[in-house]
């Protein structure tokens, strides 16, 4: 048995068609997005007690970051962008760009800390998934998983969870069957990579300048996700739900039940009718 989880470098598209297997297909949809890491020694109390906070980036401003407190006094920082417009990594460029966020607790922590490490830069291209459920023909013997199958855009913290529940996957299919069945083994694999795939990349073509197919689920998200993370930010309900879907821990389909639509919708009539109040003169 061999298992390739070399990563998103995986060569066995290419082993298979040197093999004269054809290769499987790729979906991609490209984000370019970039991010900075850097750790500071914070005051436990440096968000008011909270042990996190995270500002997701938005097709007006493609711009977040997620700010979480570790241990011993140490906090990690990371600042993204998207579509190219990514941090940078000398100090002062790096807390300019904190300040640029949406909301300034982020800055307001940094702007007078210690750096411990960084900022240490990465790049991300595109999200890739290897359609190898799809092939008629696969080499017994053989299996792939993790990114070397689907890697996803690290800014949603998608990717090791799916690991490790692909993990479990082969673990369960090499219990029932001691001479693997790959095509099948890369079936259950598909089904289970499905739905944070349609995360990803529903979140990610919201972007204008992202390069990916937009289906019409991925256009009914990329209109009602802006709207859910505008709620979110006053309602701590509509914050967990995300995070626990995002998380893996919740199905996508909670943030459309009728209950958690109600709440967007009404926050979003409340932003408009605030915004149009703020557009009367005062006298």
């Given amino acids: 048995l061999v298992v390739d989880a070399t990563g998103r470098g995986s060569r066995t598209p290419r082993w298979l068609a040197g093999l004269g297997y054809e290769p499987p297909a790729e979906e991609k949809a490209g984000i370019a997005v970039g991010y900075a890491t850097c750790y500071y020694r914070l005051p ?58 949406r909301f300034p607790d982020i800055h307001d922590a940094i702007c007078s800390a210690e750096a411990i490490e960084g900022p240490l830069p990465y790049r991300f291209p595109a999200n890739v998934r290897r359609r190898y459920e799809r092939l008629a023909r696969f080499p017994d013997g053989l299996l792939v998983l993790g990114d070397a199958v689907c890697s996803f855009n690290p800014i949603y913290g998608q990717g090791m969870t799916v690991a490790a529940l ?57 209109a009602y996700l802006p709207r859910l993370h505008a709620a979110a930010t006053h309602d701590a309900a509509l914050a967990a739900g995300f995070v626990r879907v995002s998380g893996m821990v919740d199905p996508p389909g909670t943030l459309l039940r009728p209950g958690v639509a109600l709440r967007v919708l009404l926050h979003t009539l409340a932003g408009r009718r605030n915004r149009r109040r703020s557009d009367i003169p005062s006298w």
Avoid at 58 to 82: F, K, Y
Avoid at 87 to 99: H, L, R
């Fill in 166 to 222: 692909e993990a479990l996957a082969l673990r369960d299919h090499l219990a029932a069957h001691p001479e693997p069945r790959a095509r099948r083994f890369l079936r259950d694999l598909a089904s289970l990579v499905d739905d944070p795939w349609q995360m990803a990349i529903g979140g990610d073509l919201m972007f204008p300048g992202a390069k990916g197919r937009r289906t019409g689920t991925i256009k009914v998200a990329g």
């Fill in 44 to 101: 436990d109390d440096a968000l008011d007690g909270d042990w996190g906070t995270l500002h997701a980036p938005t097709p007006d401003l493609p711009r977040g970051g997620a700010l979480n407190r570790i241990e011993q006094g140490r906090w990690l920082l990371t600042l993204l962008g998207v579509g190219g417009d990514h941090p940078p990594t000398d100090p002062g460029g790096y807390v300019a760009f904190a300040k640029s966020l």
